[in-house]
């Protein structure tokens, strides 16, 4: 046996198991929340996968899970729209940002990165992930290199995945359990890949003898748990560049193998996991205070009202029913035109139990309430604000920023969140990859040695960033007024910066804009026509006045005869 990866086994099912037990206290909220609001999502049981079994069976009432979805396109079309763009590279020296060809480079890089996004599934992951984070509190999904697509996603849902965070809060460390079938285990570590694909050798000896057993009996299709994790290294050899030597280790083992056996040992350069938290309070691991959280309550509360309404209408339209005793054993008819033998005797006859009267319109308003706490709480009166806005719909985004502007400001903290732990790690993973493949336009000399960040120019962060570009609208408007008055003020107003903030802040396109080094050229050459023109106009008035006295009559006294008297002779 070999020790160290022994040793690696020890630790790492260690380590699982204690992150699988800090999980657990979280299971059976989520198993309610799936229950009641996405039946098919979460996995809380290693074994369920592929079951077709019904799960809708505890929604009556669907607006919660219409109110999630209505969510997730809101998020996805509002931070991550597919049809515009919503991300652009920047650098941290703002002076270099108005330099043209930086500014035009980084549009490229930008247009480039976008490009590799619509063409992987990137827009098919977002949505999933933003589901499961605002439902759950957290979501994951990990993103890989891939050889036809540059990147690709991998979603997981809750409960097939456990996390740790490091002293700065931020998790770095991801341990899976999922199932995988001997079909796929024999492709995925057993055939020859990499160095062994040239040589062609099968490497058995990473897997168990049931793998072996079972592909030799033609039971391809058998599933065994397979375990991933992925954590810190801290073994690292400075220096060492290789796979098993990145600062992030990769394993995959088998469950239930030996323990003496990895399926694969690798690693990355950077976390590969996006894990969205909705709100992670102090040290924890796990998101809480999502919509989904705070609004199970109000949904089981709609489907306890929908049921007990649905009793009253009952009641009223096929009440129950007291019935003679000589009818007890006969069939009843009791649908329009049935006939129903009845002893006269005694004035027997048929009729309902008790006076049934039913009122249901409280019923209907608690529920109407108790439906529009919830689509509340999923922020649904933000993303379809347009269409509840009342009178005349609104025109552009500074119309909607005003009329809707406090929405805003509250989802501002989830929008931030997100960005930082889905889009900001996404692009540098990407960024990374499109820098190993080769495919970045040169640069710029001026951009060697630069950092770059990162600025969201889509729908929501604009709307975010308008809130402030408010201030400067104010600014500008008073600054008018009294200029009316005191035009002095004008020499308080810088134009030139005044254009690039509100630009840069309204996300518009570099080449829109001109750099400063054209428009000092443009302003000296208009400046040399205009002064060039002066000059000619100069000129010009001089030639008329020469013409004019070369014209005057001399011959009389006059004020031009007076004028040249002192210098002519007698």
Not at 217 to 240: C, K, Q, W, Y
Not at 272 to 295: F, K
Not at 453 to 478: C, K
Not at 535 to 545: D, K, R, S, Y
């Amino acid at each position: 046996m070999n020790d160290s990866i022994a040793d690696k086994l020890t630790l790492y099912r260690r380590r699982q198991q204690a992150l699988n037990n800090e999980r657990s206290t979280f299971i059976s909220h989520w198993q309610e929340l799936s229950k009641f609001f996405l039946p098919r999502s979460g996995r809380f049981v290693i074994t369920d996968r592929n079951k077709g079994d019904k799960r809708y069976n505890n929604i009556i009432d669907n607006t919660g899970t219409k109110a999630l979805r209505t969510q997730n396109a809101g998020l996805m079309s509002g931070m991550t729209s597919p049809a515009r763009p919503w991300v652009r590279l920047t650098t941290r020296d703002r002076a270099l940002m108005q330099y043209q060809p930086v500014k035009r480079w980084l549009d490229d890089t930008t247009e480039v990165m976008l490009n590799i996004f619509n063409v992987s599934n990137t827009y098919r992951v977002l949505p999933s992930l933003y589901g499961e984070t605002g439902l759950y509190g957290a979501g994951c999904t990990l993103l890989l290199d891939d050889f036809d697509d540059i990147i690709r996603h991998y979603p997981l849902t809750v409960g097939e995945y456990a996390i740790a965070i490091n002293n700065r809060n931020e998790v770095d460390t991801l341990v899976r359990e999922y199932q995988m079938s001997v079909s796929q285990i024999v492709r995925e570590f057993i055939a020859p890949t990499g160095d062994r694909k040239r040589s062609g050798t099968w490497d058995w000896s990473l897997a168990s003898a049931a793998v072996k057993n079972l592909y030799d009996a033609g039971n391809l299709d058998a599933t065994l748990p397979v375990s991933h994790i992925i954590e810190p290294r801290e073994d690292r050899e400075p220096g060492n560049r290789t796979a098993r030597n990145m600062p992030f280790a990769s394993c995959y083992f088998e469950s239930a193998g030996a323990n003496d056996r990895l399926l694969r040992e690798s690693g990355f350069m950077r976390f590969p996991a996006l894990v969205p938290r909705w709100d992670a309070l102090g040290g924890d691991a796990w998101g809480t205070n999502c919509p989904g959280m705070e609004s199970l309550g109000d949904v089981k509360q709609l489907q306890h009202g929908q049921t007990r309404k649905i009793q009253g209408i009952d009641y009223l339209i096929k009440p129950p029913l007291q019935i003679p005793r000589g009818t007890k054993n006969h069939e009843i008819d009791t649908l329009p035109g049935g006939v129903i033998p009845v002893d006269m005797t005694n004035n027997a006859k048929i009729q309902t139990a008790f006076d049934v009267k039913v009122d249901i319109s409280g019923q209907l308003e608690d529920i109407r309430d108790v439906r529009q706490r919830i689509r509340e709480s999923f922020s649904n009166d933000l993303f379809l604000m347009i269409s509840g806005m009342e009178g005349v719909q609104p025109r552009n985004v500074e119309e909607i920023v005003e009329r809707k502007e406090e929405k805003l400001l509250m989802l501002g903290p989830v929008v931030e969140r997100l960005h930082n732990e889905i889009l900001k790690p996404k692009i540098d993973i990407t960024f990374a990859r499109m820098l190993a493949t080769g495919i970045v336009p040169p640069p710029p000399p001026e951009m060697h040695g630069q950092a770059l960040d990162v600025q969201f120019i889509s729908v929501l962060a604009q709307a975010q960033r308008m809130i402030g570009i408010s201030g400067m609208d104010r600014f500008t408007m008073q600054l008018g007024v009294i200029a009316q008055t005191k035009p002095g003020v004008l020499d308080k107003f810088n134009e030139d910066t005044w254009a690039d903030r509100y630009a840069d802040a309204l996300g518009v396109d570099p080449d829109m804009i001109v750099g400063n080094a054209e428009v000092a050229l443009i302003r000296q050459q208009k400046a040399q026509a205009a002064q060039q023109q002066q000059q000619l106009a100069a000129m010009q008035q001089m030639a008329e006045t020469a013409k004019t006295a070369s014209q005057a009559d001399t011959s009389g006294r006059n004020a031009l005869t007076d004028v040249m008297r002192p210098f002519s002779g007698y």
